[in-house]
């Protein structure tokens, strides 16, 4: 662990940045900003996409696959969305129906009956909002994803990569560990929809992405993520250098998991799974009395 | 039918003239069925369970109303009454601060968060319940929403009892920002270790059902049950017409709709709620219900021992039992 926290601590001794809670979050939907695959290609070898949910549709806006990650195969998960109005078509703008979410519970599994660790890139502005989605059960998909990762038997680790937009993004980050991008962000609602629905105006989205705390920062010293990346230039700006950041500190964190927990060993695996019960039961502002 | 607002007088929701003291005629002796029209009057209306005789329109109840018609009489004991919601964020908008909201809505409501829970019987069989108070921001998931359910599964599954949700929101507590949504992980996450125990939930969908809460813990029961014309959806409905630019189909969204889709197992009118429950419990009891000599009776000696820690009277709320599970 040790230098899991030597980084934490640089990164939150970091000069400040003059960037605000909104420019962050323009940074963070930066289309050339790298998306899953980016990472995918940057980071892993021997890919195999794996596709479909075996009941209904193949979904483009959370993908998944097999990969070797420094010399191991791993389940890799994220959502992606496209760079240009063609390829946003086709991914639905990176926001996920239910087959993307039944398609992550089905190779979350299939990654646990091989023991293979998952890793999982966050990027997506939410789930899809539409007739389809509702009808074949939104609410449901995602619920079940939860249910399933929580109490997953492989260590999980999560990354927020771009912008981490509410139950959509949750779906696929309740892992063992969630890391996130200096200039990424992850909020229960879009500024926009905050500021419609509280300001009655969506133009006043800056105001509510100041006071949702929706940057890394915050969450990190709310201890909601568990390490912050820095990210000193935009990674749009700084693809290679960014993902190659990215990828130390997963390799990091999925070292310290798999030194401290034997995948392969029933009661190691329990204890894997209390500390990450342990850690979302831990998540919560309330005093008593 | 039961007439629980006769019963548990306690629980009759005020007439206006009440809250403002005003004398006058009362005007809600009459009220009007949103859905057919029908005048009813408000005492036949509360005989009826507030269901529409006419319609059968289910109207909304508060969850102290909801607890009164599920819960045996005199049987609910509210646990964790006393966690009080925070203000991390130190959220403002242009209403005011949060901090100032809640105090307000509190003084309001009469109620300390948006979810009330607690031990109490359904036809005799004990069960940990947890209902949604609408009236309190909209029946908003936050932090408090997610202690409250967690202590609540935690000690049921200790117990071995089985948990029943009964579930309205209009979303995540968006004044408690991420904190919030990961309160949809905390109670999930507790529900995962009910079912690791071989304990059922039951989850009642009442209208209105959006969010986080449809996206958690609720649609991942072990029964969902709806009530008729509950609306129940992921996204709200004025959001998917703004963003589709579709028209919604006349059902969408409805109890039915969703009964048709295949994402619930049933809808159950109010006055068939309890019994309903009582017997789902029983199809999930430890002990085989046929070999049971009495047919209502939760007493199966194997039952009992499970349950003796958290099955106390009404009136049993030592605080070590209170406190057993709590971190």
């Known amino acids: 662990m040790s230098t899991v926290d030597t980084i934490s601590e640089e990164t939150v001794n970091m000069p400040p940045v003059n960037l605000s809670p909104m420019d962050r979050v323009r940074l963070a939907r930066d289309p050339q900003r790298p998306g899953t695959l980016d990472y995918i290609a940057e980071l892993f070898s021997n890919f195999v996409e794996l596709h479909g949910d075996r009941t209904f549709g193949d979904d483009g806006a959370l993908i998944g696959g097999l990969a070797t990650f420094r010399n191991r195969s791993v389940l890799v998960l994220g959502h992606q969305g496209g760079s240009n109005t063609r390829e946003n078509l086709a991914r639905n703008f990176g926001m996920p129906r239910p087959e993307g979410f039944r398609k992550a519970r089905r190779l979350m599994c299939h990654a646990e009956k091989f023991r293979l660790p998952i890793i999982a890139f966050i990027d997506t502005s939410g789930a899809d909002p539409g007739i389809g989605s509702e009808e074949r059960g939104q609410g449901t998909a995602i619920a079940e994803c939860l249910l399933q990762m929580v109490g997953l038997r492989v260590p999980i680790i999560c990354v927020v990569i771009g912008e981490g937009g509410s139950g959509g993004a949750l779906a696929i980050s309740l892992g063992d560990r969630l890391l996130m991008l200096e200039n990424a962000v992850y909020a229960v609602a879009s500024p926009e929809a905050c500021a419609a629905i509280l300001w009655k105006d969506s133009s006043f989205a800056s105001e509510a992405a100041e006071t949702m705390r929706v940057t890394a920062a915050d969450l990190q010293r709310f201890g909601i993520i568990d390490e912050l990346i820095a990210e000193p230039v935009p990674a749009h700006e700084a693809p290679r250098e960014t993902i190659g950041a990215v990828g130390q500190r997963i390799a990091a964190h999925l070292e310290t998991l798999l030194d401290t927990f034997d995948i392969s060993d029933p009661e190691s695996v329990e204890a894997l799974l209390r500390e990450r019960y342990d850690k979302f039961r831990a998540i919560g502002a309330w005093h008593e009395g | ?327």
């Open chain 2, 1 to 327: 039918m039961r007439t629980f607002f006769q019963r548990h007088s306690k629980f009759r929701p005020r007439s206006s003239d009440e809250a403002t003291g005003d004398s006058a005629i009362p005007e809600d002796m009459w009220v009007k069925c949103p859905k057919c029209g029908e005048l009813i009057y408000s005492k036949e209306l509360d005989h009826n369970d507030r269901v529409c005789p006419k319609c059968g329109h289910h109207f909304r109840l508060n969850a102290r109303e909801r607890i009164a018609l599920l819960a045996d009489e005199g049987s609910f004991v509210e646990w964790d009454a006393g966690i009080q919601p925070e203000d991390p964020l130190e959220f403002v908008d242009p209403k005011g601060a949060y901090a100032e909201k809640l105090a307000s809505t509190q003084e309001k409501t009469g109620e300390t968060e948006s979810l009330i829970s607690g031990l109490g019987r359904i036809e005799d069989r004990p069960v940990v319940i947890a209902v949604a108070e609408f009236a309190f921001m909209g029946a908003s998931m936050g932090s408090v929403w997610g202690e409250k359910l967690a202590r609540a599964i935690e000690r049921a599954a200790h117990d071995g009892l089985p948990v029943l949700t009964v579930n309205a929101s209009g979303g995540a507590r968006m004044h408690e920002g991420l904190f919030s949504l990961m309160q949809m992980a905390k109670t999930v996450a507790a529900f995962d270790r009910l079912g690791r125990a071989r304990l059922p939930h039951f989850s009642v969908l009442i209208d209105p059902c959006y969010g986080g809460v449809t996206a958690s813990y609720a649609t991942v029961a072990d029964v969902i049950l709806a009530e008729p014309g509950a609306l129940i959806g992921f996204a709200g409905q004025r959001v998917i017409e703004q963003v589709t630019k579709q028209k919604l189909p006349p059902d969408f969204q409805t109890a039915e709709f969703l009964l048709d889709h295949g994402m619930i197992d049933l809808i159950v009118e109010r006055a068939l709620l309890r019994s309903t429950l009582a017997t789902l419990i029983d199809h999930h009891a430890p002990a085989p219900v046929s070999f049971r000599p009495e047919d209502n009776g939760y007493d199966a000696a194997g039952a009992v021992e499970l349950v003796d820690a958290g099955s106390g009277s009404a009136g049993d709320t030592s605080p070590e039992h209170v406190r057993h599970t709590a971190s």
